[in-house]
Structure formats: structure tokens, C-alpha cells
């Protein structure tokens, strides 16, 4: 139904369906509050023990007349009104308050599935994402435009052709794909096309949220790490096998791919990225997201850091540069154990911190930085760093904190762009459109 949507402010008054005869048919409301996805409960006040799902805010407080009562809600619940149905995944019992004859109750949901009608989403069978940024780093299009001129150069005709383009799958886990995809929509005077390019995952038996999610997580990462831009999803739809679309009368109208509403996925940007990224798909080698599905197995706990930054919007605080640092750190390290034999490391097994720079640049055919500038840099890095830790060090003056940490993010990109087969001449070529190519200089006012 169209009118099943969640819109922020709006609240929707809803049955609820969640397995237990006790609770089932209760009345919430239902609501997006921008910040998160909540159901309210009505509950008893401190003069009545009231019904089972009261007992959710109670934890910590034991009942001896209900031991089998559950002090949590379920993951999953099922939500309907006049409008739809909607089901809520990764549900967990927050704020509550009580007064002497009433109370109420918040249930927060990471998931909203609009329109799906099953208990069983906490496994599903598919996922598909869409981001802007998608397209753009891959490249391509699924829509031609061919222009009929004439001899002036005037333009004649102009025909818009949509070709369904055939689906490619870019890693044998859980059948990851990329596919095109396109609506027409009839507007005022014309027609609304648009084009997406959609990453989808599917498993023949359903399989948890986190299973999928984290595939599409890695994809977007690793494209926010191309472009240096916090990217975020669009769109998210979710597939369950045993819950076709249905027509009113119930017979099956064919696969139902229900679109997932959340507040807790990272990202916030949507917008044109500019095709300004450090890499692109077509420059790396074949395979590349495997191997980035790799590299984030191998190397995670220091590139896990480089997102922390990219995903903190403030990249450009004391904080992201003492990040960056250990992320450099850790990086050089995992480089020694699992690819040089332990061969830097000190008789206690520790490496050194200018020398875990140096094991990362010597892993790496280009560098962002210039050749007579190597050991300045592994200077200011371990000066910004060190100054920061330790409070009998003198802190870094705080432009050369910021131009430090512009170097320290380049490195870790550039590293991780060549481990993805990306050679030093594309980057050297792409890094003139980088965001963070530019360094920072002092202003005019400037002491």
C-alpha cells in the first residue's frame, strides 16, 4: 500500500503480532522519530504488577509468580494498521516511565520492514542496497541517449533508450551482484526517469541481517574510502522467500523485494560524489572486492581506524590525527606478522614506531608523499602522535597537526589502493581531484 510509509514525526497507531498469545493485539504507537525507530507501549503503574510485556522495562526484578515470563521483548515484531503492515527488527526495550496508576514504554528498533507480514525476517533470504556512489565508482549505465542532428547542428529528435542489463556478480559470497536498475515515472510535461546501480546478496536458506549487511557495509566502505566521503545507503530492501506479494484476495502476485527503514547504518552523505575518487573499479584488478573483502579480514583492526575517522565527521580534529597514527602503527605491525616474517620486530616482538612506517612505505610502489620528504614525514608523525600521548612531550603546533594528518590518511588510502592492484600512475593521475590533495597553510591573521 502506498500510504504504508514511516514518515519522521508521524506517529501510526498499530496492533502488534509478536508470537505470544499474552501480548498479541496490544495497541502501540509506532513512530519515527528521525533519530530512531520507536514503539510505545502503554504499561501499568506502580500500583499494578500489569501484564506480561510490562515486565520488559522491569530487569533486574525478579517475579515469583511468572519464572517463565521473558524480561526482554523479541527481536521481531510484527506491526499493522489501517495502512500496512510493518515489521521491526533488533528490538530492544529503552526509556520507560511510571506514575502511580500509568506508565509507558519504548521499544527501539534497528529495522523497519515496510509491508513484510512474517515473524521470521530475523533471517532473511536477500538484501539488496543502493547508494549514488554505487554507479559512479563503478561506472557504466543501463541508458542510452541517441541525438539526431542536422547539418546546423540542430538538434532533430533525441531517443532515450533503458536496456535491461544483465546482472554481475563481483564475489561468490552469498552471491554478491551488481545489478542496474531503472523506473519510469509520468510527471507534468514529461517523464521521471532514474537509474541505480544495486548491490544484492542471496542465499538459498535465510541467513541473519548481520550476514548480509555486513557484505554491503564492506562494499560502501571501501567506496567511501575511494572517494573520502562518508557514503551512505539510499535505499535497502529485504527478501523473504515465504513471504510473497500478495493481491487482496490472497493469491500470489510474485516476489516481494519490502524496502527497510533504519537510523543506525553509518553515512550521510547521498549526494554526487563528482567521479572524484582515488580509485575506481575499472582501476583496480579483477576481483577487487574479494580482495577487499579480504584485506578486511587480514588488516582490519588497523583499517577499521581509517573508518572511524571518515565516519566521525570530524575528521580534522587532534582526535582523528592520534587515530591515524595508530592505524599506521597497527598496519605496519600486521604487514611484519603477516607478510615479512616478523623480520622488524625487537627481541620482545614489538615494533617500533618510525619503523612501522617504514615497513608500510616499503610495501607500497608510489607514495603520497615526496622522496625527500619520507623521513620529515615519519618525524612529524611520530612528533604529533607522541605529543599527544604523553603529556611531557610538546604538542605539534596545530598546522602541522592538520597537514600531518592529510599525509597519514593519504598513506593508508594509497596502500590500501595498490593492494587492490591500482598502479602508482592512476593514483598519482587522480590524486590531482582528491579531496584531501590540497595541504593547509596559515591564514593571514596567523601568529
Known amino acids: 500500500m502506498e500510504n504504508n510509509r514511516l514518515r519522521v514525526g508521524e506517529p501510526r497507531l498499530c496492533r502488534l503480532i509478536d508470537g505470544d498469545p499474552e501480548t498479541s493485539g496490544a495497541v502501540v504507537m509506532l513512530r519515527d522519530t528521525g533519530n530512531a525507530i520507536e514503539a510505545t507501549f502503554p504499561i501499568a503503574g506502580m500500583v499494578d504488577s500489569g501484564g506480561s510485556y ?46 502511580l496508576n500509568a506508565g509507558r514504554g519504548v521499544i527501539v528498533a534497528d529495522f523497519a520492514v515496510i509491508g513484510g507480514e512474517s515473524l521470521d525476517y530475523g533471517k532473511i533470504n536477500g538484501m539488496r542496497t543502493a547508494s549514488p556512489a554505487y554507479s559512479q565508482w563503478m561506472g557504466g549505465s543501463s541508458i542510452s541517449v541517441n541525438r539526431d542532428v542536422n ?27 551488481a545489478r542496474w536498475d531503472w523506473r519510469v515515472m509520468p510527471v507534468l510535461g514529461g517523464y521521471d526517469v532514474r537509474e541505480s546501480l544495486v548491490f544484492q546478496t542471496v542465499v538459498e536458506d535465510p541467513r541473519e541481517w548481520s550476514a548480509h549487511l555486513n557484505l554491503h557495509l ?26 510473497p ?43 577487487v572486492i574479494d580482495i577487499w573483502f579480504q584485506l578486511k579480514m ?82 612529524r608523525c611520530r612528533n604529533v602522535y607522541m605529543g599527544a600521548k604523553h603529556a611531557d612531550r610538546e604538542e ?25 592492484g591500482v598502479s602508482g600512475d592512476v593514483l598519482e593521475r587522480n590524486l590531482a581531484r582528491d579531496p584531501l590533495k590540497s595541504g593547509f597553510v596559515a591564514g593571514p591573521d596567523a601568529v
Open 245 to 287: 506479494e500478495k493481491a487482496l484476495a490472497g493469491n500470489i502476485l510474485g516476489v516481494r523485494w519490502a524496502e527497510v527503514m533504519s537510523r543506525v547504518l553509518p553515512g550521510d552523505d547521498v549526494s554526487d560524489c563528482g567521479k572524484n575518487f582515488l580509485f575506481a573499479y575499472n582501476d583496480a584488478s579483477s576481483g
Open 396 to 420: 605539534a603546533d596545530h598546522l602541522t597537526m592538520l597537514n600531518t594528518l592529510r599525509e597519514n590518511l593519504l598513506v593508508l588510502r594509497y596502500w590500501i589502493a595498490q593492494r587492490l
Open 54 to 99: 510490562d515486565r520488559w522495562w522491569s530487569r533486574g526484578v525478579t517475579y515469583g509468580d511468572d519464572p517463565d515470563y521473558s524480561y526482554s521483548p523479541p527481536s521481531v515484531m510484527l506491526l499493522y494498521d489501517d495502512n500496512g503492515s510493518v515489521v521491526l527488527i533488533g528490538c530492544r526495550a529503552t526509556e520507560w516511565k511510571r506514575t
Open 298 to 379: 587480514d588488516y582490519g583492526r588497523a583499517l577499521d581506524y581509517l573508518l572511524r575517522i571518515l565516519r566521525s565527521g570530524h575528521t580534522w580534529s587532534p582526535q582523528s590525527a592520534v587515530i591515524s597514527s595508530i592505524a599506521l602503527e597497527q598496519l605496519g605491525y600486521l604487514i611484519e606478522d603477516h607478510d615479512n616474517s616478523r623480520s622488524h620486530l625487537d627481541n620482545r616482538g614489538q615494533l617500533h614506531f618510525k619503523d612501522a612506517l617504514g615497513v608500510i612505505l616499503d610495501d607500497m610502489e608510489a607514495i603520497p608523499i615526496g622522496c625527500d620528504d619520507v623521513e620529515g614525514w615519519k618525524e
Open 151 to 177: 547539418q546546423s547542428d540542430r538538434l532533430q529528435s533525441l531517443t532515450l533508450s533503458l536496456k535491461r542489463v544483465e546482472d554481475f556478480q563481483v564475489s561468490q559470497r552469498f552471491s554478491l551482484s
Open 218 to 243: 564492506a562494499v560502501l566502505d571501501l567506496i567511501s574510502i575511494a572517494a573520502w566521503k562518508n557514503c551512505a545507503f539510499s535505499e535497502i530492501y529485504v527478501n523473504r522467500r515465504d513471504d
